[in-house]
């Protein structure tokens, strides 16, 4: 079965919107997590917390919250982010575990969003080599019979050029 909380690409995010009445509650919440994965004992929470960062948006979330991003890069494959189960093995008295947890559950509206994210390899367009460049003619005058880049033929003196009108 798997963890609800889990990633199952290479990075991920967890967006948790906040009220911004609640904000001081939330940023204390966020350092009792940032201790419980800094003193992890558990080998799969520490590699966890190698590629867990912490960021508050500046813009305004929707109905003026205040969005806060973690930013999961890299995840650990089938890990489980999920928040209660990090901190109440960091904090083992019930009591404290259930303080810190109410700094979350009052501040946040609604449970925090996942994103699955997969690193994106842009496709580079072929080249295409230039093809001839091509001059158009000036307004008025015809195409010449020579191609660019090509010398035109020679005409013999007192000769009249290819191409032009005869005098009348």
């Not at 575990?97 to 699955?116: D, R």
Request: aromatic share 8%; no cysteine; charged share 15%.
């Amino acid at each position: 079965m798997p963890v609800a909380r889990s990633f199952t690409t290479p990075a991920g995010l967890l967006f948790n919107t906040v009220r911004a009445e609640r904000v001081k509650d939330f940023e204390l919440f966020l350092g009792h997590l940032r201790l419980a994965l800094d003193k992890a004992t558990d080998p799969g929470i520490r590699a966890q917390a190698r590629g867990w960062r912490m960021f508050k948006a500046a813009e305004p979330g929707p109905n003026a919250t205040v969005l806060y991003l973690f930013v999961l890069d890299p995840v650990v494959a089938g890990a489980d982010y999920s928040l209660g189960r990090i901190l109440s093995d960091a904090y083992p008295d019930t009591a404290q575990l259930n303080e810190i947890w109410k700094l979350y559950t009052s501040s946040v509206v609604g449970g925090g969003s996942l994103l699955n994210l997969t690193p994106l390899m842009p496709v580079v367009p072929p080249v295409v080599p230039p093809g001839p460049k091509t001059v158009p003619p000036a307004p008025g005058v015809k195409p010449s019979a020579v191609a660019p880049g090509a010398k035109p033929p020679a005409v013999a003196p007192g000769a009249v050029p290819p191409g032009t009108p005869p005098v009348r």
